[in-house]
């Protein structure tokens, strides 16, 4: 089971990466928040498959570090809903009140970003935005983590 963990951990940040690509897909700041905990996670899990001494305390953190994503992801996914605003600088679109053309060029990013409360759907139809899915996705990855802790 850790292995398995480790591979769904790994999943979710490689999706988002390759949707950059697949769908031309520009990830806002909280986007790519959302994918560090994972790559935690991933180490945690190998750990747990490899120490079986310490095989509970590692799943344990591993899904732990899922769990943080989940909470950026459901923190994202209220951005987007307008229930609060993001306390992140880079998630708000630029605005060019009192400045020049010049300043505005100068303080644009080098890569194109998003505003983080502008939601990507990825499925057709679905209201349920790549923040939340990956919400979903990692609140779930954590509990198979803890499941596979308690029953060590």
Known sequence: MPFVLAILAALAPAFAKLSEGWFELVPCELCLWQRAPYWVAVPLFLAAGFLPRRRGLF??????????????????????WGWWPSPLPG??????????????????????????????????????????????????????GFGAARRR
Not at 106 to 132: E, N, Y
Request: proline letters at 8%; charged letters at 10%.
């Open 59 to 80: 799943l344990v953190l591993g899904g732990l570090a899922c769990l943080v994503s989940a909470a950026i992801g459901g923190f994202h996914a209220g951005v987007e």
């Open 91 to 144: 998630c708000a679109a630029p605005t060019a009140q009192g400045m020049s053309v010049e300043d505005l060029m100068r303080s644009l990013a080098p890569t194109p970003t998003k505003p983080c409360d502008a939601a990507t759907f990825l499925i057709p139809g679905l209201p349920v935005s790549m923040a939340a899915m990956n919400a979903i996705y990692g609140a779930v990855v954590a509990l198979l």
